[in-house]
């Protein structure tokens, strides 16, 4: 009889437990993956970054519909999707550094918050000058699971990046 209570005791009140410790495991788990993903965000390092995709994620900038007149964003789906749109998103801008300031970890989702500092040839933009240089405040969000990152999210805020492109023209 006493065998029967002790397991009763064990199953009632530690098995809760052990599911908390794994649900605990897995938030703390995705920080890595995370962090090393949005290292390699503003690098031009394609290969390394591709390895981070599946065939199903999904990568938008709903902010960036600003520049559209259809007032719509881009939503490349799957690998080969996302690293075409990026490796055009990304060319002719160079010495790009994303400086997080705060950042948090939450189940399966990654938030960033921080500033985007880069430099992009003046010629993009018809104009005579050697570069322009962009200070954005952005905003990461991810999802993440086994590894990989489903879901990113972008939320930039170009009303700064207008100012500062109309103060160096």
Same mark, same amino acid.
């Given at each position: ?69 259809? *007032?719509? !964003? #881009?939503?490349? @789906? ?9 490796? %055009?998103? =990304? ?51 991810? *999802?993440? !699971? #086994?590894?990989? @990152? ?9 009303? %700064?990046? =207008? ?7």
């Amino acid at each position: 009889m006493k065998k029967r209570h002790i397991i009763l005791f064990l199953t009632i009140f530690c098995v809760p437990l052990f599911a908390q410790e794994k649900t605990h495991h897995q938030q703390v788990s995705i920080q890595p993956v995370a962090e090393e993903y949005v290292k390699l965000y503003t690098s031009t390092e394609f290969d390394k970054y591709a390895a981070f995709y599946t065939d199903d994620s999904i990568f938008e900038d709903p902010t960036t519909e600003i520049f559209s007149h259809e *007032k719509n !964003h #881009a939503a490349p @789906v799957g690998k080969q999707a996302i690293m075409e749109f990026l490796k %055009k998103g =990304f060319k002719g801008i160079f010495d790009g550094q994303y400086i997080v300031e705060k950042k948090f970890f939450a189940g399966e989702y990654a938030v960033f918050h921080g500033v985007y500092h880069y430099k992009t040839r003046g010629e993009r933009f018809g104009l005579e000058k050697p570069h322009l240089q962009f200070d954005l405040p952005l905003v990461i969000i991810l *999802k993440i !699971h #086994a590894g990989k @990152v489903l879901h990113h999210q972008d939320y930039a805020d170009y009303s %700064k990046w =207008f100012e500062q492109y109309n103060a160096q023209k």
